[in-house]
DNA sequence: TATTGTTATACTCTATAACTATA
DNA sequence: TATAGTTATAGAGTATAACAATA
């Protein structure tokens, strides 16, 4: 990491990666590399991955949604969730109940021990976010979020 | 994606994630899985994809460089590059020459078809990535990529 | 001794098809 | 017939240890 901060900025070897640097995807790979790696190693101490902790919140904020909910409001597919659901449930975190509307279905739901873990990881979080957008104005942040949120928007009108 | 875009809106099985929202790493996820598949459509008549891509552009831009100095600067590990520039070695794409100082290490350049990929694929993503910021103003980008360069730069200090 | 590129390995995330049980 | 959850599988990205050749 160093190494790399080093090269790229100057010295005889010197990579440029100006050109890369004009496009969002690169510029963008970069800051989430920084991100998520912070993540884990702060999630790390719950015994929690940015997958396993999303599902956590989006569980203990709307208790007894579905799966394929679950799994739409995470982007991602269903059986890929599968073994993220097995590990929560498997470590007392959630339980899957049977939804007595339609017997196909479960209804998700924190453990006490879930909300509590969840809540403790949420406050680590925050607290490594605001180290690593110390930097960062809150004008500034507002804009990112609104662009975030702009780029979202334009997924489907491909 | 828009079964998952309805339920996270409105509806009566609407899903809250109002909490990860106020996020960095939650919300730069959703935008950065935007930009990736996208990214990903465009690379793939050129047969890329964001790794090859961004070697074979750093490789155009860098001839000559090490695959230490490339995997530095792709922030990646230098035994994961290897199937990378394997890959695009065997398209004909590069070339790994003997650097003649350090019979260690590889000089990597870029082939004439290398170089004619590389400028194809740069522009179709600059195009691409032209329709995903439509709705983002310049000085709005300006200060998401200051804001990108602040996280990264913040890296090194945990 | 240290470094360059490599192999081997393992874990995570992602994507698709096909199955079961219910509706 | 369609949907919810599951299994199996394969591809891709990431991380570490250990090796041969060279410095």
Redesign the interface.
Known sequence: ?????L??DRGP?H??????R??????????????????R?TLDPFGLR?LTF?AL??IV??PG?RQS??A??M?MERPNLVVILDELEARALIVRDRDPTDRRAYALKPTRAGGRLCARA?EA??AH?R??????DDE??A????????????????
């Open positions: 990491m160093a190494k790399a901060k090269q790229l070897d990579v440029s990666d100006e050109a890369l004009s496009l969002l995807g690169y510029e963008m790979k970069r800051a989430f590399n920084v991100v998520h790696h912070d993540l190693s940015m999303t919140v989006l904020d709307n949604l909910q679950l739409a409001a982007d949420f979080v925050k976010e180290r690593l957008l110390a930097d960062v500034s942040r804009v990112v979020s609104a662009a975030f949120r702009k780029i979202q928007s334009r997924e489907a009108k491909d």
